[in-house]
């Protein structure tokens, strides 16, 4: 069987039988979506678009016609490919090694946190391809020990990461020291206007392929149970605890926003009694493999992450996917979801909201067409229950798989004096005692979902705030002297933040400073937002008041 017969649906876009038959071996069958889109016009020479998430095939889609189009001659690389982090550069070599191993390619990933004297050596003997994050590229290129001048295609992997990273500028310089004919490929997950921009710049009379995201989104979202809790910031690390308890998920991700708040989180379910490991841009690449050898190898089974950080990586036995804070661009969502819901087995996507952060959630349902239930966090008896159920399971094991004959001694023994299942009972409840099931908890208090889905409980009476959540007062360095007026202050935050005028509550404006009431959960992006922008043509400091809030 030759490999055009062996592979017919790569064979008609139009690949040679040295990828063919690779691909044959590798056991691709049928290529899809985004590769049956953009290999044919990538192999006419064509620059690219794709707007294509996880699991989409996007890298076979780029490097099958990179790999195609190659002139190697011994030198300098023929292929220049930029991804955000370590964990990709290392997997897109890979995958350039696997698809390319008949044409004798030579691939070199570069990334910041490996030795640099290899990365000169390997690239004084020559390379056909480099792959590599932003910084450390433009290292070698101003070093001399990266030449361009051979440069025939430049891609640009998960380009919205690296903008969210702040490559920007190292991308228009990498770029600008290229050939004005290279070939250039762009795939993005979402599209955000700063990166179209740059594509209008970079890119000529591209081949647009949009297919990548909605695909992800209509074949992967089906196979994963999503649900939305919403949870006051004060109360997200017991929701969350909580939630990890009664789902008992085999490996799970959890995303959040900053490097701070991964340390924190992980600390904080590692007290509770979690496998955790916190994974992030601050640590060294030493620490990054250790982290994924432990979760990879059933070590651990949570992994506390930011987005930057987890590009590029793929947990085989993953079953759960946690938002911690809502995604703030919809595409970001999908493309974490479809980590889990693979291959026809189920996974589970949690989000944990606060009141204020409905309209994100509506922005996701739009996208995905589905709805996002809103759901209760489990009450203290929901835990209870759950951990019972953990304890009888154990015991049904126990009995399935014999050897307890030698126990046998103290049940008869008991059995004299006691009824047996008084003796049964008791012996259950040590088990369950022994893996911490009466464990003081406390009731988390229920809010509003977004748009006012979801139970209210009592308990939440007396709060203050729009959604019923707690409020607090940022102390803002500006006030009349500096021509400040309420109006001010409000555009400055509902134009920087994610806060509408509605979100805001009272201003207080003294001489020489503000104070302005906004929700306890947005006050820190409201400090961030302030101290960004300008007001009276002055740039305001912003803190948290040092005082408690007065309530109404």
């Known amino acids: 069987m030759n490999a055009d017969e062996a592979a ?3 064979a008609d876009l139009g690949l040679g039988p040295e990828l063919l038959g690779v691909l044959t071996d590798l056991g691709y069958e049928e290529p899809t979506p985004i590769q049956r889109e953009a290999i044919p016009p990538l192999l006419a020479g064509r620059d ?16 099958l016609p990179v790999l195609e189009r190659m002139h190697a001659d ?11 982090t370590r964990e990709l550069a290392v997997q897109v070599s890979q995958a350039f090694h696997r698809y390319g191993r008949e044409l004798g390619v030579r691939v070199l990933p570069i990334y910041g946190g490996q030795p640099i004297g290899r990365q000169l050596q390997v690239l004084r003997r020559g390379v ?20 361009l001048e051979g440069v025939a295609t430049v891609v640009l992997d998960e380009a919205d990461e690296m903008l969210d990273m702040g490559f920007a500028e190292d991308i228009e310089a990498i770029l600008a020291r290229t050939r004005e004919d290279r070939q250039t490929m762009l795939f993005s997950a ?26 992800a989104a209509a074949e992967e979202t089906p196979l994963v149970r999503q649900a939305a809790y919403v949870v006051a910031r004060a109360h997200k690390p017991d929701a969350l605890a909580r939630l990890l308890d009664v789902e008992s998920p085999e490996a799970a991700i959890v995303f959040c926003r900053t490097r701070a708040e991964v340390e924190q989180l992980t600390e904080t379910l590692a007290g509770r009694g979690h496998r955790a490991e916190a994974l992030h841009g601050g640590m060294s690449q030493d620490q990054r493999d250790r982290v994924m050898k432990r ?6 089974d949570l992994l506390v992450a930011t987005d930057v950080a987890a590009r590029g990586l793929d947990i085989e036995h993953l079953t759960h996917v946690v938002n911690y804070d809502v995604p703030s661009a919809p595409e970001a969502y999908v493309h974490r979801i479809g980590r889990v819901g693979r291959a026809g087995r189920e996974g589970v996507a949690i989000t944990l909201t606060e009141p204020r952060e409905h309209r994100m959630i509506k922005a996701i349902e739009r996208l995905t067409k589905r709805r996002i239930p809103v759901e209760q966090v489990p009450t203290v008896t929901d835990l209870r229950a759950r951990r019972l159920e953990i304890t009888q399971s154990a015991l049904r094991d126990a009995l399935v798989a014999g050897g307890s004959d030698r126990f046998r001694v103290v049940v008869e023994a008991l059995a004299d004096e006691y009824d047996l299942m008084d003796v049964a009972l008791a012996a259950v409840k040590l088990a369950h005692e022994a893996t911490g099931g009466d464990a003081d908890e406390r009731e988390i208090p229920a809010v509003a979902g977004p748009g006012g889905r979801g139970p209210r409980r009592d308990d939440d009476r007396g709060r203050s705030g729009a959604d019923g959540g707690e409020t607090t007062r940022v102390f803002v360095n500006l006030g009349r ?8 202050l409000v555009g400055a935050i509902a134009g920087e933040s994610r806060l509408s005028g509605r979100d805001i509550g009272a201003i207080e404006i ?9 929700p306890e959960s947005s006050a820190d992006e409201v400090i961030e937002a302030l101290r960004q922008t300008t007001i009276k043509g002055r740039r305001p400091g912003a803190r948290r008041e040092r005082y408690p809030a007065r309530r109404g």
């Open 510 to 518: 003294a001489d020489r400073f503000s104070l302005v009431e906004v």
């Open 481 to 488: 002297a500096a021509g400040v007026r309420p109006q001010d």
């Open 74 to 84: 011994g030198g300098d690389p023929d292929a220049l490919v930029l991804v955000p």
């Open 190 to 215: 979402t599209m955000p206007a700063r990166l179209d921009r740059i594509a209008r710049r970079q890119l000529r009379d591209p081949v647009r392929i949009e297919l990548g995201r909605e695909a």
């Open 8 to 10: 017919p649906g790569f």
């Open 48 to 63: 690219l678009l794709g707007q294509a998430a996880t699991g989409t095939g996007k890298t076979a889609a780029f490097a």
């Open 295 to 300: 979760v990879r190898g059933g070590g651990a």
């Open 128 to 147: 056909d391809v480099v792959v590599a994050t932003p910084g450390r590229a433009l290292d070698h290129i101003d070093r001399g020990s990266l030449r």
